[in-house]
């Protein structure tokens, strides 16, 4: 029997998939325990049975108990310039930019989503009020959420002084004033932001009109989404935002795999991305990553931490290669071109490092083959490893035009500019690697060693750190195409002796 405010096993289930749908969140098994509280709460609070409550739920449940849930699922902890790097960019690029692009009409839109309790749309409002000085431009900044509380919270506009703890001394005299233990935004700032409940995760119009929005931030939102749903939430925000107009998102989310409608930009320390015009845009996402056949990382000596990382790479790969030649190379056949575009063979002449031997394969392979990514991804790296970086170089240029969230392609790309002398380069290029793939070790080892080579210690010691950890959980296949030849263990090695000598624990 389905008794009031009781629910069954099975009815969490339920819940999280009616959660999934309506609201875009998605919970993880571990997670179904705590769904089942709240679940429970929702359930004693409404005297509702399960059965019934879940049906109401899956048919369309009303805004105000998708809002209620919303206060128990989501994480409302925000503070004033939060990430303020992303402000800096917002005031020295985005704001300059699209007040040339709207002079004309002298007006400028800015969207908050997933505002919270609306530190952040009252940051965006305090930094276009210092930056927009002519009076006769008008700035509008709308501001949404969910959850009814913390938008009663952005309205009141009162805040204790720990949310501003990243706010200049400065910003805070102007624009805050002390009422006892709080303080009070200013009016002409209040007056700024619009604030309305609205749920991301429905198709909205009145939300998303076309190509209105000059920039949108949306951080620290769709990293919580299923993957549908934020695919989803993007497409409406690069419908929503002008050509040319600006995304912000979380440190920890990217549009890698989701979205072909927008550039990445990377500026003033932090990524941010810009919308492409109709000429740019297409319908079909990036390709997808790599797909390597997986195969057993070969042995490698290992490799010494003072050395440039591709010099490292040719010296052991020109000892192996006279290890494995036969006494008459030329007698030697290369293997037969694989056939169509099957790269299974190059991958095993690159697990013994023939590299030579695998150029030759990859000459063999058809010419449309060349453009294919993964393709000229693995070209470049057998030009890198042969010492021809800056032809290596234009190659992962002309991969990161067609497709800019290929973490692999920027990664060679540093190789490439280390081994042209520009560690500057290399250690930029390393960054936009990282932050397309989090979990991408190579790269995270490279910018490591660059700089302890640059005596930057702390950030040598943090990045160490982070591919110590992922190196031992690396794709085996994704090694031997990055790793030049050294397999997970001579990596691992390396690695703890460099953050050793940087001061680190291994």
């Not at 985005?94 to 400028?108: C, D, F, G, H, Y």
Request: negative net charge; proline residues 5%.
């Amino acid at each position: 029997m389905n008794m009031i405010g009781i629910s069954a096993p099975h009815d969490a289930e339920r819940f999280r998939l009616a959660i999934r749908r309506r609201l875009g969140l998605q919970f993880d098994d571990a997670k179904l325990g705590f769904l089942n509280e709240v679940l429970q709460r929702r359930l004693e609070r409404l005297g509702r049975a399960a059965g019934e409550y879940l049906d109401w739920m899956e048919d369309g449940a009303a805004a105000g108990e998708l809002g209620s849930l919303a206060q128990e699922l989501t994480v409302t902890e925000t503070y004033f310039f939060r990430n303020i790097e992303q402000f800096r960019a917002f005031q020295e690029v985005v704001i300059p930019a699209r007040m040339r692009v709207r002079e004309s009409t002298r007006a400028l839109r800015f969207l908050s989503a997933a505002c919270a309790s609306g530190e952040e749309a009252y940051t965006l409002a305090m930094v276009a009020r210092e930056t927009i000085l002519d009076p006769s431009w008008s700035v509008s900044i709308r501001a949404v959420d969910i959850n009814p509380a913390a938008l009663g919270k952005a309205r009141n506009g009162r805040y204790l002084g720990w949310a501003l703890r990243e706010t200049p001394p400065e910003m805070q005299r102007k624009w805050f004033r002390a009422d006892g233990r709080e303080l009070v935004i200013a009016e002409a700032i209040r007056g700024a932001v619009g604030f309305e409940a609205r749920n991301l995760a429905l198709d909205d119009p009145e939300l998303w009109p076309s190509e209105t929005y000059d920039a949108v931030f949306c951080r620290n939102a769709i990293m919580y989404f299923a993957p549908e749903q934020a695919a989803r939430v993007v497409e409406r925000i690069a419908g929503a935002l002008a050509p040319g107009g600006y995304l912000f998102l979380g440190h920890a989310e990217t549009l890698r795999g989701i979205s072909d409608d927008f550039h990445l930009r990377h500026t003033h320390d932090t990524f941010y991305y810009q919308r492409k015009d109709a000429r740019e845009r297409r319908s079909d996402l990036p390709a997808p990553a790599l797909g390597l056949p997986a195969m057993a990382a070969f042995p490698a000596p290992a490799p010494v931490a003072g050395e440039a990382w591709m010099e490292t790479i040719r010296r052991s790969s020109e000892r192996i290669e006279a290890l494995l030649a036969p006494p008459d190379r030329a007698a030697a056949p290369a293997p037969e071109s694989a056939p169509g575009w099957d790269l299974a063979g190059v991958f095993e002449l690159l697990r013994h490092e023939r590299f030579d031997l695998a150029r030759a394969r990859m000459d063999g392979l058809p010419p449309e083959a060349g453009e294919d990514s993964d393709v000229r991804l693995l070209n470049a790296m057998l030009l890198a490893h042969g010492g021809g970086y800056a032809d290596a170089a234009e190659m992962c240029q002309r991969l990161i035009e067609t497709d800019e969230f290929n973490a692999g392609a920027h990664y060679v790309l540093a190789l490439c500019r280390e081994g042209l002398g520009d560690r500057a380069g290399a250690m930029d290029r390393d960054r936009v690697a990282i932050y397309l793939d989090a979990g991408f070790a190579m790269p995270r080892l490279h910018l490591g060693l660059l700089a302890r080579r640059a005596g930057e210690r702390e950030l040598a010691r943090r990045e160490l750190a982070q591919a110590l950890a992922l190196l031992k959980h690396e794709d085996a296949s994704r090694l031997l195409l990055f790793g030049g030849g050294f397999g997970r263990q001579a990596l691992l090695d390396m690695c703890g002796a460099a953050l050793r000598e940087c001061g680190g624990a291994a």
